[in-house]
């Protein structure tokens, strides 16, 4: 499985080490590490249990490393309104159905006290929610990533397909010819041509949009072109 958990900015050792027992688990191996406030000590490797080797094999890397990801799932406990397109989610059930494991694809967990922000979240392609009571929405870092997790695992044979879904390449092409027809749209105000391009973002990073669909929105804009 093409998965690699990405956790931003980590300031618990414990945190990184229960994350990493938990990837066990469920048979996920990569782990990355952006920019973290803490090192791997030996808290880390006593919550990690017998998932050391996952500690080990982490790797460290700036935020620039998300690039290189065919797909990037950004996590969040903070809901927005329709107006703050950046936190419109999906939940964990609806992950597993659109997820694939052809592609490299990285799924992103915030730091521990307040989360991944409006803009780091505008980076991903579509963001995850753990539905949780409205009285205490905010779960433990940890106990979250599980969940998330064993959605992934429990779902596995309904993550292959023998549909081939659209390159990183396509996908970016097609939003450049996207972007390309909004640059010919006025708009009233700078944030509102702004919201436009978030929206086809997020609609092409939720819709998975396999390399047919992508050559079919492609010839599409081509010729409003």
């Given amino acids: 499985m093409a998965i690699s958990i990405v956790l931003f900015e980590p300031e618990t ?11 066990k688990n469920f048979n996920l191996e990569n782990l990355i590490l952006i920019n973290p406030k803490c090192k791997i ?12 080797d996952i500690l080990t094999n982490a790797k460290i890397k700036p935020a620039s490393c998300l690039k290189e990801f065919h797909t990037v799932i950004g996590t969040t406990s903070k809901l927005g309104t329709d107006y703050n397109i950046p936190r419109s989610p999906i ?13 490299e694809t990285a799924i992103v967990f915030g730091r521990e006290d307040k989360g991944l922000s409006n803009k780091e979240l505008e980076f ?3 963001v995850v929610t753990i539905p949780t009571s409205k009285k205490y929405p905010a779960m ?9 997790f064993y959605e992934l695992f429990k779902n596995k044979e309904n993550i292959s397909s023998h ?16 972007n390309s027809a909004i640059d010919k749209v006025k708009f009233a105000t700078p944030s509102k041509k702004r919201t436009q391009q978030i929206i086809w973002k997020r609609i092409i990073g939720k819709s998975f949009i396999t390399r047919r669909e992508a050559f079919a929105l492609m010839g599409f804009f081509k010729k409003l072109k």
Avoid at 91 to 103: A, D, R
């Fill in 91 to 103: 939940t964990p059930e609806q992950l597993t159905k659109v997820i694939t494991e052809k592609k």
């Fill in 163 to 178: 549909i081939v879904p659209a390159s990183k390449k396509d996908k970016e092409y097609t939003l450049k010819m996207i």
């Fill in 124 to 126: 991903c392609d579509f």
């Fill in 13 to 23: 050792p414990g945190n990184i080490g229960a994350i990493a027992r938990a990837m």
């Fill in 41 to 52: 000590d030996e808290d880390a490797s006593k919550r990690a249990m017998h998932a050391k």
């Fill in 140 to 148: 433990n870092l940890s106990h979250s990533a599980a969940i998330i």
